[in-house]
């Protein structure tokens, strides 16, 4: 079947670097996504990864190991604002999305 | 500026009644999309279209049905509305292309089946 993983709720300091980790297991690959979703609020696009390696995007970047099934969303320099669900999706050969659950980031002062 | 606009907002129904939500893009976008988002679970896909007078059925379709008669709009319709239907609705959009994966999302409708 299949599936994405990531942690249900992380937690980190104001002005820290935070990962959030995703693991995929999908029909085909066409590229893995991440969304922001602010509480009571739609997800917006954060980025899109097809090939292995690095996006840097500001304060954000975004890492895909086609190999290993398994990407991540980096947060630097963080702010409270950035306290927030983030949406792993992978696209498969149907050009289908697959979502993860999310993971609630919350920001401490 | 370009949005898409979900309406109602909020919704109580009971069960068994019919309810439609509303969904206009003014993007023109060709591809559109219904999710659900319960607690606990990712986005699921309930139905989609890639442009005027098609639709397809996505995972969890079962008791849904849209119609897309013209570029902006997909509605998505509960035939008879059941409590396990009670979630968050978002409709989404796309520019043309299967692969793109950048959706803009309309601002959800909340919808309680009593």
């Known amino acids: 079947g299949q599936n994405i993983d990531q942690p249900t709720e992380m937690t980190a300091t104001e002005g820290a670097i935070v990962q959030i980790n995703c693991t995929y297991q999908?029909?085909?690959?066409?590229?893995l996504f991440w969304y922001q979703q602010h509480a009571g609020e739609a997800p917006t696009f954060l980025s899109y990864?097809?090939l292995d390696g690095l996006e840097e995007k500001g304060r954000f970047s975004s890492f895909l190991s086609r190999s290993k099934g398994y990407s991540y969303l980096l947060l630097k320099e963080l702010q409270m604002k950035d306290s927030a669900s983030y949406l792993c999706a992978a696209m498969d050969s149907n050009y289908q999305l697959i979502w993860g659950a999310g993971t609630k980031l919350i920001i401490k002062p | 500026d370009a949005e898409i606009t979900q309406s109602p907002r909020h919704k109580i129904t009971e069960t068994g009644r019919q309810v439609t939500l509303a969904c206009h893009q003014t993007?023109?976008?060709?591809?559109m999309f219904w999710y659900r988002q319960d607690l606990g679970h990712g986005l699921r896909l309930i139905h989609y279209?890639?442009?005027?007078?098609?639709?397809n059925k996505g995972e969890v379709s079962d008791g849904y049905s849209v119609s897309r008669s013209n570029t902006e709009d997909l509605p998505l319709t509960l035939e008879s509305a059941a409590s396990s239907q009670t979630s968050v609705y978002f409709c989404?959009?796309?520019?043309?292309?299967?692969?793109?994966?950048?959706?803009?999302f309309g601002e959800g409708s909340r919808l309680t089946v009593l």
């Open positions: 279209s890639y442009g005027v007078q098609d639709t």
């Open positions: 989404a959009s796309s520019e043309q292309g299967r692969e793109t994966g950048e959706l803009f």
């Open positions: 999908t029909s085909g690959f066409n590229g």
């Open positions: 993007w023109n976008h060709n591809n």
């Open positions: 990864n097809v």
